[in-house]
């Protein structure tokens, strides 16, 4: 008998964190739970990521994944600041992890989209179809950051299961 393993996959962001749980076992994932966490924009800095920080161990305390799957951190260079508030919803999110004695794996978003569709410029909606697809769900997972999130997820799953690192992998 195969071993469950719980994965928790997360599209971090600092407005919306789309988070999503699985459950695998061998070949299969079944999802368990997913969501957004929200901040709300007229907070502090300081607010907006304790509110992360507790809406996200609330998930970690619910489900208690023996994984989490992360997206890793890319810029693009006409928005670094964009990039560096990332860093910070990023951050808080490792630390929840380390919290919660995790262990972190990040993905490249090109990566995730090229495993799930085998085109590493995929749009979302094609991300959404096969999460969709791969989770035997009734409809498409909205919003996107759900979708991206559950992505990141079965990345976890398919890295574990086959054994080799996907991101220098693909």
């Known amino acids: 008998m195969s071993e469950v393993r719980r994965i928790l996959g997360i599209d971090p962001g ?18 368990l739970e997913a969501g957004i966490i929200r901040t709300k924009r007229g907070q502090t800095m300081a607010q907006r990521l304790l509110e992360l920080h507790n809406g996200l161990t609330e998930v970690v305390e619910a489900h208690h994944p023996h994984v989490m799957a992360l997206e890793q951190l890319f810029s693009h260079y006409q928005r670094p600041r964009t990039a560096i508030l990332m860093g910070h919803a990023r951050g808080v999110i490792t630390l929840v992890a380390g919290q919660a004695e995790i262990a972190v794996d990040s993905f490249e978003p090109t990566k995730v989209k090229k495993l799930m569709t085998g085109n590493g410029r995929a749009p979302k909606h094609q991300i959404q179809l096969a999460v969709k697809i791969q989770l035997k769900l009734r409809s498409i997972p909205e919003p996107a950051d759900v979708a991206d999130a559950l992505a990141i997820a079965i990345c976890g799953h398919h890295e574990s299961r086959i054994g080799i690192n996907l991101r220098n992998s693909l």
């Open 14 to 31: 600092l407005n919306v964190t789309g988070y999503g749980v699985i459950e695998s076992r061998g070949a299969s994932v079944r999802l």
